[in-house]
T-cell receptor, first 112, second 116 residues
Framework: SQQGEEDPQALSIQEGENATMNCSYKTSINNLQWYRQNSGRGLVHLIL?????REKHSGRLRVTLDTSKKSSSLLITASRAADTASYFC????????????FGQGTRLTINP | DTAVSQTPKYLVTQMGNDKSIKCEQN?????MYWYKQDSKKFLKIMFS???????INETVPNRFSPKSPDKAHLNLHINSLELGDSAVYFCASSQGVLAGAQETQYFGPGTRLLVL
């Protein structure tokens, strides 16, 4: 069954605004990763946050993790047209096969 | 300089045919993966190999057979193609098996398979 679920499924904002995407998951995890997929391309790793971390930054990206709520958020500040893409969260469960389980993604559109 | 490459990029074929997709990584990684992304963008792992050994085999029809001639290559052969096999297939790699899923995965550009 699907582990991560992103919310919203689609988000459209103006350039310069901040974009926030959320991810919820069901089982205990080792880590949670965010990936970006531009249209017609492969996925690109953005950031990894481990289960014992609460917040992580990378450039204009800020990721939070709340293991008690089994949720994570990805914040993109000062959005740019080039940020238009689909964003996926992926989790690695503590037990079982060490594999990434992806959500269905949030389609982000940045309007110029 | 492409880190993870796949061929072909597009594949259009008739139902019942057999086809192969090739993947190569030049990152020196030990672990490689095949994922399937359906029309709703849902991405699901199919197989994972570490140093030419199969370590993850999800519930995939046995018409799909991965082959890893060496740790830099992971090919996917599909027999008796069906309409439902139409999807984008992504190859990926990561550093090691124990930490493999705990580390960054590097994805290829995808192979768009259309079965008519």
């Amino acid at each position: 069954s699907q582990q991560g679920e992103e919310d919203p499924q689609a988000l459209s904002i103006q350039e310069g605004e901040n974009a926030t995407m959320n991810c919820s998951y069901k089982t205990s995890i080792n880590n949670l990763q965010w990936y970006r997929q531009n249209s017609g391309r492969g996925l690109v790793h953005l950031i990894l946050i481990r289960s014992n971390e609460r917040e992580k930054h990378s450039g204009r990206l800020r990721v939070t993790l709340d293991t008690s709520k089994k949720s994570s958020s990805l914040l993109i500040t000062a959005s740019r047209a080039a940020d238009t893409a689909s964003y996926f969260c992926a989790t690695v469960r503590i037990q079982g096969a060490q594999k990434l389980v992806f959500g269905q993604g949030t389609r982000l559109t940045i309007n110029p | 300089d492409t880190a993870v490459s796949q061929t072909p990029k597009y594949l259009v074929t008739q139902m019942g045919n057999d086809k192969s997709i090739k993947c190569e990584q030049n990152l020196g990684h030990d672990t490689m993966y095949w994922y399937k992304q359906d029309s709703k963008k849902f991405l699901k792992i199919m197989f994972s190999y570490n140093n030419k050994e199969l370590i993850i085999n999800e519930t995939v029809p046995n018409r799909f057979s991965p082959k890893s001639p060496d740790k830099a290559h992971l090919n996917l052969h599909i027999n008796s193609l069906e309409l439902g096999d139409s999807a984008v297939y992504f190859c990926a790699s990561s550093q090691g098996v124990l930490a493999g899923a705990q580390e960054t995965q590097y994805f290829g550009p995808g192979t768009r398979l259309l079965v008519l």
